[in-house]
């Protein structure tokens, strides 16, 4: 499980976060003032990489919080199984099968060169390259 610690006041919108265990994509940040005996909270909205839950936190932002490391790699497709697809990473040789995303069913074609991600030991298909 690859993660680093940051400082709620460093995060940023469209950077990932770990919130309920899973990946997410930081979609929102807003931040209060300090009161005259709190500290400033930060809120921040997230959606899942893997799963699309919305999640949310309030926290304060000299507090920290985990992040992911996202690890972006390139595949090639093997065979297209239903609503999966075999792939075989580029670098490692290593095959695999992850499911297909919506956006991606109608253009996705064996031998084709596609980028993907792993997160927290999860693996998702992003782009046909």
């Excluded at 990489?49 to 304060?60: A, E, L, S, T, Y």
Aim: hydrophobic share 40%.
């Amino acid at each position: 499980m690859a993660k680093k610690v940051v400082e709620v006041k460093t995060l940023k919108v469209g950077k990932y976060v770990i919130l309920d265990g899973e990946a997410s994509k930081i979609v929102n940040i807003q931040t209060s003032s300090p009161g005259k005996h709190g500290a400033a909270k930060a809120r921040v909205d997230a959606i899942g990489i893997f799963d699309n839950q919305k999640r949310g936190i309030v926290k304060p932002v000299d507090s920290k919080i985990d992040v992911p490391i996202i690890d972006k790699r390139t595949a090639q497709v093997l065979s297209l199984m239903g609503s999966d697809v075999q792939l075989m990473d580029l670098e490692t040789y290593e095959t695999f099968e992850v499911p297909i995303p919506e956006e991606l069913r109608n253009d996705l074609i064996e031998g084709a060169e596609v980028s993907y991600i792993i997160a927290l030991g999860n693996k998702k298909l992003m782009t046909i390259k």
